[in-house]
């Protein structure tokens, strides 16, 4: 592996007229995380493992034509909404705005054009530190949103193998706004294996439920007696049949004010992979990658099936906007919006 600490740049092809490249950012320990500013994702990152063999812990593509084909998200940035908005309808001081419904009848990260499908522009700061600023213009009125929204995402390896991603943002209109990340992770480094056998604990005593279109029902529930608990580190496959769909539900973390707290460890005994979620957020949305079927292959052609990775995308609670229980997502103009989340990955031997 190439262990210049730093970050570098290559050309990676062209989509809406504007050049995409590929940053890979290295640590001094020789970890490489890869970045593309389509869609600010994270298309690899890749580390050894207990036996010290390298592989790649989330799912991502080689070349950008797979991230053309509309994988659903892999590593990228979700925004102006991360997941779902009722109807794609919710009101601001009395005025009704309606989104684009692209998930249903319902609004589903971002619309049509998320953010997961633009393309950024990136900054490299300094080429021997592996950091990269991201910032993108989202326009008054894209996918029925009000106001231009600047977005910026400067995401950060750190010689603790820790991948950190800060997120700020600005208005000229009252605006939901609800960014996250989206990856997938599978810490075996292997798509062939479901995340089935990993074990997960999520620092949260409750979580809402939801409808069958996944709206949640308003109810903020005890996990207390139920699959949804993994307050004790427990196998993701253990009671996932019991389940409807697998998991895709967000969790309500245990905090009281918007500091950087760990919301959930994830770990794989085949590996000696652990991996850390710390937020400022209040919520995590644990995704079983249950749409998945097969269809989408990797690059290098195999099919990656039901369970092959899971998500822990940070965030504010789903359809918050209808909700006046749930924490507000309103961002005012004059306000800075401003979140972090860190993913820690480490070995145990
Ligand atoms: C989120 C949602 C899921 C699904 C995935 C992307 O995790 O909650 O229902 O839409 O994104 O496929």
Redesign the pocket.
Known sequence: METKTGIAKAAWGNTDGKEVFLYTLTNAKGVQVKITNYGGTVTSWVSSDKNNKVSNVVLGFDSLSGYLAKP??FGAI?GRY???IAKGKFKIDGAQYTLATN?GVNH??GGNKGFDKQVWDATIANDSIASLQLSYVSKDGEEGYPGNLKVSVRYTLTDDNELKIEYTAETDKATPLNLTN?SYFNLSGDVANTILDESLLIDADNFTPVDSS?IPTGEIKTVKGSPFDFTKATKIGARIDSVKGGY???YVLNKKDTSLTKAATLTDDRSGRTLEVFTTQPGM?F?T????DGTIKTSQGAGIQKHAAL?M?TQHF?DSPNEPKFPTTILLPGQKYHSITVYKLSITK
């Open positions: 659903p998200y979700v991360g997941n779902r998930n589903l990260h989206h996944l895709d539900h967000n949305q995704y990658g249950n749409f998945l998500c995308e789903p």
